[in-house]
């Protein structure tokens, strides 16, 4: 914020933890039509990558790979993440490795479900 040069300046701490907080909460926006939980909850979300220049990478997998809407989900989770403004280039990756499991949901998820 001192730096007045137009070269990009790494986000500070402060930065990052607040897109962090607008990314989980566009996460929490997007469920899976099969299971009355948003995917952040269900553990969905293996990794987020934020550039100094606000692009965002983000490598999530489904349920279950024959999943109805493994089209489609990608779409949406860049579609929430994309209302989030100055963002750069929004980039979702589907991935199936390590294959999802009911473990990686959280605490909340399970009660929702009824897993205890």
Same mark, same amino acid.
């Given at each position: 914020?001192?730096?007045?040069? *137009?070269? &990009?300046?790494?986000?500070?701490? %402060?930065? $990052?933890?607040? $897109?962090?907080?607008?990314? +989980?909460?566009?996460?929490?926006?997007?469920?899976?039509?099969?299971?009355?939980?948003?995917?952040?909850?269900?553990? =969905? +979300?293996? !990794?987020?990558?934020?550039?100094?220049? !606000?692009? &965002?990478?983000?490598?999530? %997998? =489904? %349920?279950?790979?024959?999943? *109805?809407?493994?089209?489609?989900?990608?779409?949406?989770?860049?579609?929430?993440? #994309?209302? +989030?403004?100055? $963002?750069?280039?929004? !980039?979702?990756?589907? &991935?199936?490795?390590?294959?999802?499991?009911?473990? #990686?949901?959280?605490?909340?998820? !399970? =009660?929702?479900?009824?897993?205890?």
């Amino acid at each position: 914020m001192d730096d007045a040069t *137009p070269s &990009v300046t790494p986000l500070s701490q %402060t930065e $990052l933890d607040k $897109l962090t907080d607008l990314l +989980i909460e566009k996460f929490k926006t997007v469920f899976d039509p099969e299971i009355p939980v948003d995917i952040y909850e269900l553990g =969905l +979300i293996y !990794k987020v990558d934020v550039s100094d220049t !606000k692009d &965002v990478a983000i490598d999530m %997998t =489904l %349920t279950a790979p024959g999943c *109805p809407v493994a089209g489609e989900m990608p779409g949406w989770v860049e579609d929430a993440v #994309r209302e +989030i403004p100055d $963002l750069g280039k929004v !980039k979702v990756d589907l &991935v199936f490795d390590p294959p999802w499991d009911p473990s #990686r949901m959280s605490d909340e998820a !399970k =009660l929702q479900l009824n897993m205890f």
